[in-house]
């Protein structure tokens, strides 16, 4: 899959969910109430994560600067920008999982921590308009796992390609053919 179809996937999801300037900008506004709570969410994330055997290995030794790296993403959420770079972003990110062998499933598994955790501690904040603000928070979440599912998309289609020394183009039309009727 192309890196302009993703792109086109990206843009129809974000119309599709309704995730528009508005939540852009309010998300930059509740960056502030957002961020004084990241420690401990980025925290409990790392902990869940070195909880489930299948996955502490991938963080074993590297946590502190796993830590770093988690800062910057969530930090990005409340961006106000969500263009071309941000899904170039998040698309890296998505492939830095492919490469190191992370299952797609633990991937949205662990995302749960991130909502568990901040959509609670944005309703504890009366400055923030609650209903509003969880919305655009869990709608950039959900744009965030489709962009990362996105890479893991592609690079099954890399390595069927690569295996069966079919186009990726040829693979991509075989995908999108419709479902066959049951017999």
Request: some cysteine; aromatic content about 10%.
């Amino acid at each position: 899959m192309s890196t302009d179809i993703q792109r086109e996937i990206f843009d129809a999801l974000k119309r599709f969910t309704g995730f528009g300037e508005a939540d852009a900008q309010l998300l930059l506004s509740i960056k502030p109430v957002a961020m004084a709570h990241q420690g401990r969410i980025t925290d409990e994330f790392y902990a869940g994560i070195q909880a489930e055997l299948e996955l502490a290995g991938f963080v074993e030794g590297r946590i502190e600067s796993l830590k770093k790296t988690h800062r910057q993403w969530y930090e990005e959420l409340f961006c106000g920008v969500y263009d071309e770079a941000y899904f170039a972003k998040r698309h890296a990110i998505g492939l830095a999982h492919v490469r190191i062998g992370l299952r797609p499933y633990w991937v949205e598994g662990v995302m749960n921590i991130i909502r568990t955790r901040l959509i609670p501690a944005l309703q504890s904040d009366p400055s923030v308009p609650f209903e509003t603000a969880s919305a655009a928070v869990l709608k950039v979440l959900d744009l965030d796992l489709a962009i990362i599912n996105l890479s893991y998309q592609q690079d099954r289609i890399d390595r069927l390609s690569d295996f069966t020394g079919m186009s990726k183009k040829l693979i991509e039309n075989i995908i999108n053919l419709p479902p066959r009727k049951s017999q």
